[in-house]
């Protein structure tokens, strides 16, 4: 089976929706370098390269705590590096580094209900 997730985050999310082990293929956002995610039972099991690291784009909401700034605000980076290049360039993006580890845990943690309405699958196929 092969399908789509909305971004990279989304794409994490195909394994909470699924229940089923899945390989991501995305492409770092600055340099276009492959980033390949391969779950095993919710977690992840391998992570080429070894250094990628997650960028959970985030926005303030009016009551002062943060939320996710949607799929066009995420993304996978080979390493730290590439991201912080990424950011200087990008200066309005705002969010933080985190492990690829945590982005799939956290789509792990949602109950079925959340994970249908924030993961869209298939929806954003490229064209």
Same mark, same amino acid.
């Given at each position: 089976?092969?399908?789509?997730?909305?971004?990279? &985050?989304?794409?994490?999310?195909?394994? @909470?929706?699924?229940? !089923?082990?899945?390989?991501? %293929?995305? =492409?770092? %956002?600055? #340099? /276009? !370098?492959?980033?390949?995610? =391969?779950?095993?039972?919710? !977690?992840?099991?391998?992570? #080429?390269?070894?250094?990628?690291?997650?960028? *959970? /784009?985030?926005?303030?909401?009016?009551?002062?705590?943060?939320?996710? @700034?949607?799929?066009? &605000?995420?993304? *996978? *980076?080979?390493? +730290?590096?590439?991201?912080?290049?990424?950011?200087?360039?990008?200066?309005?993006?705002? /969010?933080?580094?985190?492990?690829?580890?945590? +982005?799939?845990?956290? !789509?792990?943690?949602?109950?079925?209900?959340?994970?249908?309405?924030?993961? =869209?699958? /298939?929806?954003?196929?490229?064209?």
């Amino acid at each position: 089976l092969q399908t789509w997730g909305c971004c990279s &985050h989304c794409a994490l999310g195909v394994a @909470a929706r699924t229940g !089923k082990d899945i390989e991501v %293929r995305e =492409k770092d %956002r600055l #340099t /276009g !370098k492959p980033v390949i995610v =391969k779950t095993f039972d919710g !977690k992840v099991a391998s992570l #080429t390269p070894p250094t990628a690291v997650a960028w *959970f /784009g985030q926005r303030p909401k009016p009551d002062g705590t943060w939320a996710s @700034a949607g799929c066009f &605000h995420q993304g *996978f *980076f080979t390493d +730290a590096d590439s991201l912080k290049k990424w950011v200087q360039a990008n200066p309005y993006e705002t /969010g933080r580094l985190i492990p690829i580890s945590q +982005a799939l845990a956290d !789509k792990m943690k949602l109950s079925p209900e959340q994970i249908q309405k924030a993961c =869209k699958i /298939g929806e954003c196929s490229p064209k």
